[in-house]
């Protein structure tokens, strides 16, 4: 890869890394509904104009019951999920956890697609739940309340939601530009949020730093975000791009230990370093291949999601 790439790289895994750091930091001012509402929906208004410039609007139009799917079970519901997990689980955490959606995918692919994995990335899909579970030992250092583990296992529905989105979208958007399916998802999961986002506006005004925090989530992570990794795809292909997946959780960890204070252990750096390197063997992006090399598993953008 060229530099200008590499470069592009880094700067994208802060923005995506930063996305659970700002999750946590404004969620309790917010709430979940909210946040999400107004982060997609900053996301959507960003990528609409260029989705238009590019001739996008028809494919859009096309497709109302195939967006609807994937912009609110696909693409609301993780989001509001990963988002309640946020006000009870680490920054730190929270990236580590979704970082597994690539180890969902392939089980997806083995169990839906009927891909063949070998025992090798067999072997590293059990390598990296091994690691969620060493990361879950910690006890109260991972964890924000009492409500801990459900965040956890809230957060690990939004990795599993996000692969079977994916799943979904390949077999129902197919020859649909990504720009499209994003932009409509977005934009589809902020209106139908926006009832509940409305519902549950939180009485005491938020802060200029949770404003701060929010424009930041729906700018940067997804908004601008997303238009880096669409341009990182085009010039490096979807392999090379992946490698965002393993940058993030890095980010976020220690992001959140110097801007919320969170604890950053020997025992989350482990978890999470053991987690990266099941997804990358679940992946066949290193080790061995049993019988004909199979290309790695194709797996959505996960920002935190921010990755979509």
Known sequence: MRTRDVLELLFLSVLWGGAYLFTRAAVPAFGPAPLVSLRLGIAALILLPLLAWRGGLPQLWARPRTLFMVGVPFTALPFMLMTWGAL???AGVSAVLNATAPMF??????FVMKEHLGRWRVAGLALGFVGVLWLMSGGPLSLRSGDGALAVAAVLGTALIWSLGATYTRKHMVGVDALVTTTGSVGVASLALAPLAWATWPEQPPSMRAWAEMAFLGILSSGLGMLMYFRLLRRIGAVRAMSVTFLSPLVAMVSGALYLGEALTWQMVGGCAVVLLGTAMSLGLI?????PRASPVEVPPVPGTGSR
């Open 88 to 90: 009870h689980i680490t």
């Open 287 to 291: 080790g061995r291949a049993d019988g």
């Open 105 to 110: 995918a392939a089980l997806v692919a083995y």
